[in-house]
């Protein structure tokens, strides 16, 4: 995780800095052309062009995804084609040498991992202002057909952190707790906000691997679960099968927080993912909560959700008292989405759907193809009555 002030001539301020940020992001061409047009006043010039070859493509040191620049480059050649422009001539350059000297199957299929770079842009008051970044380059992977989905970035884990830097007071000396860490995204934001604790964790075990390896590129200390640090960039990481979770372990790591992006996926897992977030959030209480009883101050929206029962004020009150769950989820099954919802409240479970009663703000205005609005933000604690 870098944290940096964004320069470098046009590129420190929008919509140039977008366009740096979607590119090393990986976002869709068709995107990055969209862009492109913006920073152009509706087409691609040349000064545009300029800046794509010295602030994207000629930084990428033929480390970047090659099938990826490819095909940005063929639509920016396109483009400005199109419009009877002049294509400059390292553009053109660049495109030959890769059409020419790499095979159509390499162009095809590229690397099996990548990485890609996402930056949470902090909201400026002033367009002259340069924003402060936060950018976490990931190890992720392009091949979610063949099951390797723990090591994509899915939209719940972009909402989620969103969340975690729109809220740092939420989660400052906080023992924090992740389920499902996949890539690492969630967790690597996390440590940004000075939590007292961080455990990552994750069923799979080449999932796990992969995020250590997130973990070193965003320069965080990896520690085993016995060792005591109070470095807050210092995660511990734990492999956790949900299925096989064994009670008495999970009651040792005592989180004031549980959180967790895209967990309710499969209908089968969710009897385990309840009890894994039913024996987490029912441990003693936390010395942090015990010491600080501090109130939990989510800033809320003028949009307030008041058809849910045991609604918010309910859910606020309770985290001043005792452990909560934050649950990031797109409901891609309504089925499912219901089935979960059924299997927590027969657990004692109470959750509230608090996406429109925090304040949560766009550190990722160039991510257009993040939908932001298909995520529901849930809050969940136990009820001991």
Known sequence: MEVKEASGGDGKRPPWLHLVSAFFAMEPSDSLISISRDCGGGAITENVQYFIWNHCISKTDGKGHTPYVTSFLKKVVLEVESAADVVIDELYEQ???YMTSLKEDDLAKGAPRIIREISFLYPTARVC????KVVVPLNCSLNMLEGDTGCSIWPSSLFLSEFILSCPEL???KSCFELGSGVGLVGICLAHVKPSKVVLSDGDLSTLANLKVNLELNHMNIQSLSSESEDPCEVK????PWESAVESDLQDLMPDIVLGADVIYDPQCIPHLV???VTLLTTKKSNSLLRDGSKVSVAPNDQINSDIPNGYDEFVLASTTQPVAYIASVVRNINTYNYFHKVAQEANLRVVDITQNVKIFNFLPYMLSYQRSSVRLLG????FR
């Open 237 to 240: 990481c734990l492999h956790l």
């Open 171 to 173: 989660f400052s000396m």
């Open 95 to 97: 495109l030959s040498f």
């Open 129 to 132: 202002q340069n924003p402060r």
């Open 275 to 277: 009890h894994v977030i």
């Open 380 to 383: 969940i604690y136990h009820s």
